[in-house]
């Protein structure tokens, strides 16, 4: 697979912590999911790459543009799509007039053409109906909902999605999932999410950040295979376990080392994930 | 009804070659008026047409253009440039400040109506003030997700500073028709105001979009006042020497500006609402 984004040594320091430490990733076509606890990193990470913030120290380059200079930096602007995680709106745009707005400041002049786009990516967002409705009428999946319209306006080949399923119920993730995915075929896609399972639907490479810092960067089965033969069932909580929870069933579901002879399950992506944090944790703590 | 599109109108319209704003009239009237689009139809081939319905289509969804709007497209502005310039609240709110402003101003001229130096110190002021308030993410609540678009930074500050001045210097100079005593003394204010703009923009590079207006605002009124401490006549920067001094500093600092213009694309100017990351 070509690498379409590419980084290296990206570190930003805020507020007398980096936020950014020594971060080099590679992303190909496709999706890939950030994953990371509050704090991590993510949000920065995702405002350098999507060219809203430059870095301390390194470089990146976006589909063969380098934004460390002021031409490079346009050319990779045509090709990002971002949204925030928190986008601001205006209260009296209609959905229209806010990605119409937008749309305009992607430079797409022409007042037909972009008037088709601004109703193409509206549908693509499943909000077609609601398109001349006031933003302040609309409700807050569908504001998001909105806002990644404005971030498709215009088919950037890099879209940068800052927790994008925040707000949605579980159907307008289904829904969310699909188009990402749809978006996914051909160009990239770096999304962040608390949800694990986001990862594991939707995405062919993950990225863990914990403390400015990238610990794992692979595929959703490789994070899974971290946590292989790390899962075990036991009548009582395990004291050695990291972590462990009474299921459904009744017995405990433990993750950590098992002790011999342990009743191994299966694992899930989310157990790979917490023993990288884990592993990340006990790193930062050793002397 | 009693307007109809004229069958030259019609023909345009077909081939897509009608413009705004007659195109939206149009648009507007065949929504409404069976007969024209049946004269659409005759006039036109089936391609053309179904072009034509599409782009109708379309157009019911586009933001209706308000007066002021429609006005701009008049005066020959893009249509994409006025909608950036009209359909931003936070422009619309400096307009509406440096009216405010003006009209306080006027009043307070009238009032001290011996001297005109009030009213010329604080003529220069409103385009800077009008300017500052037309960017920067404190008061762009879009700021965040627009601020990544080729088109934003540099190039929408100059399009928007452009217009603010405009409409600033426009206005100073109706109000200056309000001090005909004065001849051209009453007009002393417009290089000071070019100048304050200018040196705002280029500090505002460096230190942020309030930060260099304010510092900028804050010399000029202490200049004023130890110009007034000093001399009983004309205060100095009225006069020809400080005229020329204020359309020297505004080069420099024009040209300032433009070395500086790749720093209000490379970094977001003031910091972002929740600082540079989480």
């Known amino acids: 697979m070509t690498t379409t984004v590419s980084a290296t040594g990206l570190t930003l320091r805020y507020g007398g912590t980096r936020a950014l430490d020594d971060v080099s990733l590679q992303l190909t076509r496709g999706v890939t999911g950030l994953l990371g606890p509050n704090g991590a990193g993510k949000t920065t990470l995702l405002r350098v790459l999507a060219t809203v913030l430059p870095p301390d120290r390194g470089e990146f380059t976006v589909l063969g543009h380098d934004p460390g200079t002021a031409g490079g930096r346009r050319s990779a602007r045509r090709t990002i799509g971002y949204l925030p995680q928190s986008p601001g709106f205006h209260p009296d745009f209609t959905a229209f007039e806010f990605v119409d707005y937008v749309a305009i400041l992607k430079e797409l002049t022409d007042r037909g053409a972009r008037h088709r786009e601004v109703r193409r990516v509206l549908e693509e967002v499943g909000l077609g109906e609601v398109r001349g409705r006031r933003m302040k009428r609309l409700s807050g999946g569908m504001r998001q909902r909105v806002a990644l319209a404005a971030a498709l306006a215009g088919d950037p080949g890099f879209l940068v999605l800052d927790e994008p399923t925040v707000g949605l119920d579980p159907e307008q993730r289904m829904r969310f999932r699909e188009l990402v995915a749809r978006r996914g075929e051909g160009r990239t896609v770096l999304l962040s999410t608390h949800q694990t399972e986001d990862v594991a639907m939707l995405c062919h490479r993950v990225v863990v950040l914990a403390e400015g810092r990238v610990r794992f960067e692979g595929t959703p089965a490789e994070l899974t295979a971290r946590a292989a033969g790390r899962v075990w069932r036991s009548t009582e909580r395990d004291p050695g376990a990291r972590a462990g929870w009474r299921t459904g069933t009744g017995d405990f579901r433990n993750v950590g080392h098992p002790p011999e002879g342990a009743d191994l399950l299966e694992p899930t992506l989310e157990d790979g994930y917490l023993l990288v944090l884990d592993a990340s944790r006990a790193e930062v703590t050793a002397p | ?278």
């Open chain 2, 1 to 278: 009804m009693t307007w109809h599109v004229t069958e030259e109108d019609l023909r345009a319209y077909a081939r897509g070659e009608l413009t705004a704003p007659l195109l939206w009239s149009a648009d507007t009237h065949l929504m409404t008026c069976a007969d024209c689009r049946e004269a659409l139809t005759r006039t036109s081939d089936p391609q053309t047409l179904d072009a034509g319905w599409e782009r109708l289509d379309a157009e019911l969804d586009a933001p209706r253009p308000a007066l002021f709007e429609r006005l701009l497209l008049r005066l020959g502005v893009a249509d994409h440039t006025a909608r950036l310039l009209t359909a931003t609240p936070v422009l619309r709110r400096s307009w509406v400040s440096s009216v405010a402003l003006l009209l306080m101003m006027t009043v307070v001229m009238v009032r001290t109506a011996d001297s005109p130096v009030l009213f010329l110190g604080l003529a220069p002021l409103m385009p800077l003030a009008g300017v500052a308030l037309s960017y920067g993410p404190v008061l762009d609540p879009t700021y965040e997700m627009t601020v990544v678009a080729p088109l934003a930074g540099f190039r929408l500050l100059m399009i928007r500073t452009v217009a603010v001045l405009t409409a600033g210097l426009a206005l100073n100079g109706l109000a200056t028709l309000a001090l005909p005593g004065y001849g051209l003394l009453a007009l002393a204010w417009l290089l000071p105001a070019l100048a304050l703009t200018a040196v705002g923009l280029a500090l505002a590079a460096r230190l942020g979009p309030l930060a260099g207006p304010l510092l900028v605002g804050g010399a000029w009124i202490g200049t004023l006042l130890v110009a007034q401490a000093r001399e009983s006549g004309t205060l100095a920067p009225f006069t020809p020497a400080g005229q020329s001094a204020a359309a020297a500093v505004t080069v420099l600092a024009a040209f300032l500006l433009y070395r500086a213009r790749d720093r209000f694309d490379a970094r977001p100017a003031g910091g972002l609402a929740n600082g540079p990351g989480r």
